[in-house]
């Protein structure tokens, strides 16, 4: 099964944040807080199956949610995070990102 990698990214302070997949939770944070010399809050890592598939981000405390399908046929890296205006942005990649 290939690794599908969430990486939560810039703009998380101190959040809530569930992320599922197909439905099933895959990580609950209740204080989730970007560490600014890397620009990652979490690293969220789990074997999933080649194919298509929803991930859904929720931060209850902003009332915020994205919801997204990814086609995972290797390796798949997600970063999500925060922009300047307050919302969810989600970028889907093959290759890990890069971080300072």
Known sequence: MPPLRVDLQDGFDGDE???R???ARIFHGE???TRMQVGVA????TPVEAGRHRIEI???GRDLAMERE???AGATHVGVSL????RL???VQERPFRYA
Do not use: F, K
């Not at 922009?83 to 307050?86: A, N, P, Q, V, W």
């Open 17 to 19: 944040v569930v992320v």
């Open 21 to 23: 997949l197909d439905g």
């Open 31 to 33: 204080a989730v807080r």
């Open 42 to 45: 979490e690293v969220i890592e």
């Open 58 to 60: 929720r931060l209850p």
């Open 70 to 72: 990814i086609s995972v």
């Open 83 to 86: 922009d300047s205006t307050g």
């Open 89 to 91: 942005t989600l970028a």
